[in-house]
């Protein structure tokens, strides 16, 4: 880093490797969880922000919320699933900014069902939002991207992207995906200067999951299995999307970063102890 740096003529001493001043930054899925901490952290970073929503009357609040931090936020409309309202989305950004440094695909879903419960259109749901629509939200601001050689795509996955869990077959089959479409990505577009790198959270209690939350035992359970034996809070990960977004990433690519407390290690609940 130091000796890319140096070739940029940047001083070592008086540079931030991890500052995003003067960065624009797009965060799909932001009118709530993770989406808004993702973007938050990005903000306290130096970036302006393109906040996203289906309705985007609902970003008022956090838009107020990152005006307040000194930083710019312009709510636009996106729904993931609709190709014109990526390509409507991503010219108004290009309008207002006139460059997207950083995306974060965050915008997902999720439908909990037994896999024999599941319908073709439960399939279609999850699979066009997390996967289709990664894809095409990246490959449309990939086209800005390319002509100025620069940008860092962030794709948000989960534990899901290397376990498996039952009832979460096509979210899995998603989450999977999106870790594969992250290494194609990459391979597409490194020459371009464009690094595309997958966020992986484990377990955190999020609008989607938080029924589960309200099982103490089943809570107990998931914390036997973490090595830290806490479920995630949001602050855990804005240190790697920070990381991820700036130019201390910048040799960095096609990768997988789980920020999971160790789960994915593959921990087992502790076997209580035999009497002697």
Known sequence: IQMGMARRGVPLMESNLFDLTGKVALV???SRGLGQFFARALAKAGADLIITSRQPATLGPFQSEIEALGRQALPLALDVRDYDSIQKMVASAMGHYG????????????IRKPA????????NTVLDTNLRGTFFVSQAVARHMIPRKYGRMINIGSVTCVSGYAGLAPYGASRGGVKQLTMSLAADWGVHGITVNCLAPGWFKTAQNAVLYEDQEWVDYLCERIPLKRPGQPGDLDGAIVFLASDASEYVTAQT?????GISGGALRALPKKPR
């Open 28 to 30: 799909t899925g932001t």
């Open 99 to 110: 460059k997207i440094d950083v995306l974060v695909n965050n915008a997902g879903c999720n």
């Open 116 to 123: 024999l419960e599941v319908a073709w259109e439960d399939w």
């Open 257 to 261: 970063l789980l920020i999971d407390g």
